[in-house]
């Protein structure tokens, strides 16, 4: 959906049940700006996939297997699980970041298929995978991009 209004964006794993998503931008927008745009962002792929995604912040009124789409964790003071960090969870389970010809193969699985992609990085095999796989959220990958061309194009593409 990113990528149909011209911007690229990096995806990786929590280390939880969970994927972050980035999008590399110019450093003269304000947090507000961004923080607003991560909001219209999450509520239009809300808008297309209502059956498999959530806005619901309370856990216990989700429905189970549902994406919560967590655009208020972008937030002044809000933190992040940093790239190639281990949880302190079973199996020292470490936030990855992933290629995008992941994601595709894991939205292809059900939600039960899908529970040990999250945590199959682990203490144990990250630094073998970052070789054998590469650093997927290297420093080349973050292109800073301007916002305006995007929202233009999403002006006339995405319903108000």
Not at 83 to 99: E, I, T, Y
């Amino acid at each position: 959906m990113l990528a149909e209004i011209g911007l690229s964006s990096l995806v990786k794993s929590s280390g939880g049940s969970g994927l972050h998503l980035a999008i590399p931008l110019r450093l003269d927008y304000s947090y507000e700006i961004a923080r607003g745009f991560a909001e219209v962002v999450a509520r239009e792929v809300h808008r297309r996939r209502p059956e498999t995604t959530t806005l619901q912040r309370v856990p216990a009124k989700r429905t189970f297997g549902s994406v919560y789409l967590d655009y208020v964790q972008v937030g002044r003071g809000k933190t992040m699980v940093a790239p190639f960090s281990v949880r302190a969870r079973a199996g020292a389970p470490v936030s990855m970041p992933l290629d995008w010809a992941e994601i595709e193969t894991m939205s292809r699985k059900r939600a039960t298929e899908t529970e040990g992609e999250f945590t199959r990085f682990t203490l144990k095999n990250a630094v073998r995978l970052l070789g054998e796989r590469g650093d997927f959220w290297g420093r080349r990958h973050w292109k800073p991009q301007r916002l305006e061309p995007a929202v233009a194009k999403a002006r006339k593409t995405w319903p108000a």
